[in-house]
């Protein structure tokens, strides 16, 4: 099968990212829409019900760098949040701690990433950790 290229692949991306995804409980676009690059993008995950993270809105910057989608975007938490895979000096995302980036594949997707991260908040081990003041940013 022929590989997509990096900048088509990001516009189907950022297409599809700004009709919404699913339920809207996760949503991302471009940072600036003059970049042409499309490597700086933000993030919005609305957290879980019935878990500590219900009715917060976490924001996130993630880089696609030149080698995206062969690998991984990088990601980082803007706003503060409590899990064992963000890094609690400045919200930056453990790769090797979550498994759709630890296992990444070029079928995944930034959606995928905001979806996987929103499951996580809702694992057992995760959905009652204490966190940080609701709006507190790193």
């Given at each position: 099968m022929?590989?997509?290229?990096?900048?088509?692949?990001?516009?189907?991306?950022?297409?599809?990212?700004?009709?919404?995804?699913?339920?809207?409980?996760?949503?991302?676009?471009?940072?600036?829409?003059?970049?042409?690059?499309?490597?700086?993008?933000?993030?919005?995950?609305i957290?879980?019900?019935?878990?500590?993270?219900?009715?917060?809105?976490?924001?996130?910057?993630?880089?696609?760098?030149?080698?995206?989608?062969?690998?991984?975007?990088?990601?980082?938490?803007?706003?503060r949040?409590?899990?064992?895979?963000?890094?609690?000096?400045?919200?930056?995302?453990?790769?090797?701690?979550?498994?759709?980036?630890?296992?990444?594949?070029?079928?995944?997707?930034?959606?995928?990433?905001l979806?996987?991260?929103?499951?996580?908040m809702?694992?057992?081990?995760?959905?009652?950790?204490?966190?940080?003041?609701?709006?507190?940013?790193?």
């Amino acid at each position: 099968m022929a590989k997509v290229p990096r900048n088509f692949r990001l516009l189907e991306e950022l297409e599809k990212g700004e009709k919404g995804i699913g339920d809207g409980s996760c949503s991302y676009g471009l940072e600036d829409s003059d970049d042409i690059m499309m490597s700086s993008w933000n993030g919005t995950i609305i957290g879980p019900g019935h878990t500590v993270h219900e009715n917060r809105i976490y924001s996130l910057k993630i880089t696609c760098g030149d080698s995206y989608p062969e690998r991984p975007p990088v990601v980082q938490f803007l706003s503060r949040v409590n899990l064992p895979f963000v890094s609690q000096s400045d919200g930056s995302v453990d790769p090797s701690r979550l498994p759709v980036l630890a296992s990444w594949s070029r079928a995944s997707s930034l959606e995928t990433v905001l979806v996987e991260i929103r499951k996580e908040m809702a694992t057992p081990t995760n959905r009652k950790l204490p966190q940080p003041p609701e709006g507190s940013m790193f």
